[in-house]
Nanobody, 116 residues
Framework: VQLQASGGGLVQAGGSLRLSCVVSGNIGSPNVMAWYRQVPGKQRELVVNFVWGGNATYGDAVKGRLTLTSDTAKRTMWLQMNNLKPEDTAVYHC???????????WGQGTQVTVSS
């Protein structure tokens, strides 16, 4: 299983970015997809998780500002990030949790930097 994340960049506070993650390979079922973010020296923080075709659950810090969409056939998920804040600065990782074998797969991460 491979996950390819892209779309990060530098944006001013209040701006927007759209991240994408493409999943390839065979992941077992059931599984849960997610975006996490990490700042150096801090624990990885859940941004959003969802099941393909199901509802998304957002972390408290991003509710109302980030929206997840997905295309099951394309095995792609997008994270629309609006009204970005400097505290959103982090490396964003997409992940896939194979619940059948309890294994987590990670993409390489994409840097999001929000300037004040």
């Amino acid at each position: 299983v491979q996950l390819q994340a892209s779309g990060g960049g530098l944006v001013q506070a209040g701006g927007s970015l759209r991240l994408s993650c493409v999943v390839s390979g065979n992941i077992g079922s059931p599984n849960v997809m997610a975006w996490y973010r990490q700042v150096p020296g801090k624990q990885r923080e859940l941004v959003v998780n969802f099941v393909w075709g199901g509802n998304a659950t957002y972390g408290d810090a991003v509710k109302g500002r980030l929206t997840l969409t997905s295309d099951t056939a394309k095995r792609t998920m997008w994270l629309q990030m609006n009204n970005l804040k400097p505290e959103d600065t982090a490396v964003y990782h997409c992940g896939a949790h194979d619940l059948r074998v309890l294994k987590m797969y990670w993409g390489q991460g994409t840097q999001v930097t929000v300037s004040s």
